[in-house]
């Protein structure tokens, strides 16, 4: 079920009369039954894998928590690791290795018949998979105990508003909302149903708008000249992060409103001044799940100059696999990667310069306006490798930008954009704009706004009209579905 369908608003309406109906005794029974009956919606073959994954990790952790013994805990943390890694590398990379074997041995002369298994991806696999994973190195280290109730630990791997696109929380931070069983309010509710409009907003008024547009474009980018591949660029950077944030503040707002807290994981990215704070502020959950359980075993920034490039460049590399099976997401990785490095360079080059004369003055707005301007450029840049087909396509979009030309109608009306749609979209820009931009510089005044029942009224009613309008409404996909 999507949460941009009719489906799963009849689903969630009748599991919150289910679960306020319940004793607080009997919620998270319930909770786990409508995880588990969520998930089988796309195909009950997926739900035997995540309960199998969940009974393997649940008995390693126990294992590795109740012993002493360093032989046995290896052996419990390296059991869950070959499961749940190897699980992921068959389901997501088998085709892909293959393939590259086969392309690599052509490369050298040697001609192999194409071999491809065609396994399905089950949906949500690389967000549980890094949830247990960091949840089974956790108790290794002696951060978490074991959660030795069966039924809290498999609610925490399942729990279905964040089940299949994260966040990617820690089980510090759910099982104990799960044993607390803290009560709703009037307040949580507001709140929650506040996020959830704002996502569906971000989802079917902007994203899903500009999905055909995008999709014609990078279908066949050398058929377009480059204004048209450039705001093809553009217009995919809106939509994955209206499409992915908007999923994002759903599965929170679905979440705050049965009484629990996930963590944030978009604070308004493209308003960041650097590389550095744009991945502070995009998928946060996964940037910090980089950081804490690859990036800082490895040493970190706190090692030697070769090192830490090392470091993030492998920490990169593996981000942008993570992300797809193809070689257009390593090239993505490495990119961010490589231009982290040469920002961590310059700005190592400028502390020691301030060191050296005894000054620590903070950059002004010439240096900021600057760094924003790298900052998109790089990170729209990347967008091109993350959504090309092919390397081939990425090159050509690229290319294409260096010869603009007309933006003719007749091509926007052929790709789904026609006037009365541009409209719309350049007034749902224009307000994402200014709500991203209040959340990022002036949050007080959001939140004096929302004090004064006749603004937030007002508001809601406008969301609501907004959507029900001009909402797209065909249940589309979530781009990190497929990841």
């Not at 508003?161 to 510090?172: F, M, T």
């Not at 949580?188 to 500009?210: M, N, P, Q, S, Y």
């Not at 926007?412 to 307000?431: I, T």
């Not at 937030?456 to 781009?479: C, N, P, R």
Request: hydrophobic letters at 50%; proline letters at 5%.
């Amino acid at each position: 079920m999507l949460f941009n369908s009719f489906q799963f608003g009849i689903f969630f309406v009748t599991f919150l009369v289910l679960f306020f109906g319940t004793p607080r005794a009997g919620r998270p029974v319930l909770l786990l039954i409508g995880s588990y009956i969520f998930y089988a919606g796309w195909r009950p073959s997926y739900l035997l894998l995540l309960l199998f994954t969940t009974l393997v990790d649940y008995g390693a952790a126990r294992l590795i928590d109740s012993t002493a013994d360093h032989r046995l805990r290896r052996i419990g943390l390296a059991a869950s690791l070959v499961v749940n890694l190897g699980l992921l590398g068959t389901f997501k990379y088998l085709d892909f290795a293959l393939a590259s074997v086969v392309g690599t041995a052509g490369f050298f002369g040697v001609e192999l018949p194409p071999v491809a298994v065609n396994l399905v991806l089950p949906v949500g696999i690389s967000f549980y998979t890094f949830q247990s994973v960091g949840y089974i190195i956790d108790v290794y280290r002696r951060r978490f105990p074991a959660e030795r109730s069966l039924l809290f630990y498999a609610l925490y791997v399942a729990f279905f508003p964040q089940l299949v696109a994260g966040p990617i929380e820690r089980a510090s931070h759910m099982i104990a909302q799960y044993r607390a069983q803290r009560p709703t309010s009037p307040e949580r509710v507001a709140t929650g149903c506040w996020l959830i409009g704002w996502g569906l907003f971000k989802k079917i008024c902007v994203a899903d708008l500009v999905s055909p547009f995008v999709n014609g474009v990078y279908a066949d980018p050398g058929a377009f000249n480059g204004s048209f591949t450039l705001l093809a660029t553009v217009l995919f950077a809106l939509q994955i992060y209206c499409d992915f944030s908007g999923y994002s503040d759903i599965a929170i707002g679905v979440a705050r409103i049965m009484g629990f807290d996930l963590m944030i994981n978009f604070r308004q990215p493209y308003f960041a001044t650097s590389l550095t704070e744009f991945w502070r502020r995009w998928h946060i959950s996964l940037s910090t799940w980089f950081r804490d359980y690859l990036y800082v075993p490895l040493g970190g920034s706190r090692t030697t100059t070769p090192l830490w490039v090392r470091n993030t460049l492998l920490v990169f590399a593996v981000s942008g696999l993570w992300h797809g099976a193809n070689w257009t997401f390593l090239v993505w990785g490495l990119l961010h990667g490589l231009a982290l490095v040469g920002e961590g360079l310059i700005l190592r080059m400028r502390n020691a310069a301030a060191a050296g004369s005894g000054s620590a003055r903070r950059p002004g707005f010439p240096l900021a306006a600057l760094g924003s301007a790298y900052t998109l450029a790089v990170v729209l840049v990347g967008w091109v490798f993350f959504r090309a087909r092919t390397m081939e396509d990425a090159v050509q979009v690229l290319r294409s930008w260096a010869s603009p030309g007309p933006l003719s109608y007749g091509t926007f009306k052929l790709l789904d954009l026609p006037s009365v749609e541009l409209l719309v979209l350049a007034g749902h820009v224009g307000v994402l704009v200014v709500v991203d931009g209040l959340l990022a510089r002036r949050p007080d005044l959001l939140r004096r706004m929302r004090r004064s029942w006749i603004v937030a009224t007002l508001a809601a009613v406008a969301l609501f009209y907004d959507i029900a309008l001009f909402g797209v409404f065909g249940s589309i996909d979530f781009v990190y579905f497929q990841f």
